[in-house]
């Protein structure tokens, strides 16, 4: 990988499915509390709040006081650079596949009667 590096925090917060299904909701709705967003999802309002915690941590989304409420938002700038690294790995990786194809065709052809 060239221009962006990979951050493995990063990429080990949204490795969660359940991490990325906040990050969506939290797209759709502009901002939400553990609350809020635990009636959305098949876990607790704890789980939800750890899962958020995480998320914060490594800038993807950042938490507000609202009151008595923290609510979280998604840092857009972050989120655009974990896409933009996984579009840089996913075109590393199909450079590979191409690689071991072309491998994979010349020892085909090298096994056949000439």
């Known amino acids: 990988m060239s221009a962006t590096a990979v951050d493995d925090d990063l990429w080990s917060a949204v490795g969660d499915p359940t991490r990325r299904r906040l990050l969506d909701l939290l797209l759709v709705d502009g901002a939400g509390t553990a609350t809020s967003l635990s009636g959305q999802l098949p876990v607790t309002r704890q789980a939800v709040a750890k899962h958020l915690v995480v998320l914060d941590r490594v800038?993807?989304?950042?938490?507000?006081?609202?009151?008595?409420?923290?609510?979280?938002?998604?840092?857009?700038?972050?989120?655009?650079?974990?896409?933009?690294?996984?579009?840089?790995?996913?075109?590393?990786?199909?450079?590979?596949?191409?690689r071991i194809k072309a491998m994979a065709e010349q020892i085909e052809r090298a096994k056949r009667p000439h």
């Open 59 to 98: 800038g993807l989304v950042h938490a507000q006081q609202a009151g008595r409420e923290t609510r979280y938002v998604v840092d857009e700038a972050q989120l655009a650079r974990a896409v933009a690294q996984l579009a840089e790995v996913g075109a590393a990786w199909d450079a590979r596949m191409r």
